[in-house]
């Protein structure tokens, strides 16, 4: 049997932290979609700063606060799909960022007009290993609109106006 060496445990925990970061990016688009918030805060670590210029513009606060904004927002729309795709990762001790690209689709069934709106774009994540890789900071980059802004609009005034 081969011996095992500090490379080949370097390569692995390589590995395991490109796949455990990759899962918790993949992980915020699922929890989104399926409006699962308790699943959706295992993604953040205890502070999280999310830079959305496109639409809630930047705003810094403990991980127990995050929740209200997205189940406030999500559950006025009929359906979502986030896709995250294309991960591009790089690790340093217990930093990372993860860059992947955004297809996001709100599809409220009674809008006026096309009950879609579509942004495309990518998204950076900054995240730290505390218990697990968490996101500490969520840079979303809208590239282009699609569809129906209105149908965005209606779910953003769950908000109260943010």
């Known amino acids: 049997m081969p011996e095992f060496r500090d490379e080949d445990a370097r390569i692995l925990q390589r590995l395991a932290d490109r796949a455990d970061i990759t899962d918790v990016v993949t992980r915020f688009a699922v929890a989104l979609d399926t409006r699962d918030w308790p699943l959706f805060e295992t993604c953040f670590a205890k502070t999280v700063t999310l830079e959305f210029p496109a639409t809630v513009g930047t705003m810094t606060l403990p991980r127990s606060e995050?929740?209200?904004?997205p189940s406030r927002f999500f559950p006025r729309l009929d359906a979502t799909q986030h896709i995250s795709a294309n991960h591009q990762v790089a690790v340093d001790g217990d930093v990372a960022t993860c860059f992947s690209t955004l297809y996001a689709q709100h599809y409220l069934r009674a809008a006026n007009g096309d009950p879609v709106q579509r942004q495309i774009g990518y998204y950076l994540n900054h995240l730290r290993r505390e218990d697990a890789w968490r996101i500490e900071r969520c840079e979303q980059r809208v590239s282009w609109n699609e569809?129906?802004?209105q149908v965005y609009l209606h779910a953003e005034a769950g908000l109260g106006g943010s």
């Open 66 to 69: 995050l929740i209200a904004v």
């Open 147 to 149: 569809g129906n802004w």
